[in-house]
């Protein structure tokens, strides 16, 4: 007897058609895009100051050091949150918890330690010209390119929701948001996105 294998669905799959019919609405007029990222493995990294260095080593990915800034990495980012605080993803791990587990030894060898958060968090995309005027509707951050450009990320509120705003190179804005609050940001972007139509 086999078991029937689950395929994995997005945390906001029932918003998906809602976004897809919202992004063909406003391609012309207001080109502004909303959809979802695919899930990605993440790990929480905290580092004690002046270790960042050597935990890069046990990682595998470089931790960057300015402050709300993240780097690339070859499958993933790397997001500086806070002093001593890191956000690290990758699409193409199938378990987190066993990344966490090859890399514990080495980061508690340095003082670090990493948690796997995963399941914590949904992964919205938002593109065109657009993007960066909604997000400001409910958005106390100065989102103006010159101080909130790419490869920058903060944690902020939008709308009443915490999430973590991130700046791509290409003008996407990426919105990781808490699981338990998915469903109020996707209302909140298609409310705000009322504006356009």
Known sequence: MTADLLAPVHLLDAWRARFEDLTVELAGRHDLAITLAPSTAALAVRVAPGAAAVAEVALGVP???RPL???PTLRGQSLHLGPDEWLVTDVAATSAAAWEAVTRPA????????????AQYADL???G?????????GCALDLRPASFGPRT???TLLGQSGVLLVGHDDGEFQLLVRTSFAGYVAAWLLDAAEEYR
């Open 63 to 65: 931790l960057p050091t």
């Open 69 to 71: 800034a993240w780097e």
């Open 107 to 118: 980061l508690a060898a340095v003082g670090a330690a990493a948690s796997d958060v995963s």
């Open 125 to 127: 995309r938002l593109q």
């Open 129 to 137: 010209r657009a993007a960066r005027e909604l997000l400001s509707f």
């Open 153 to 155: 990320c903060a944690r």
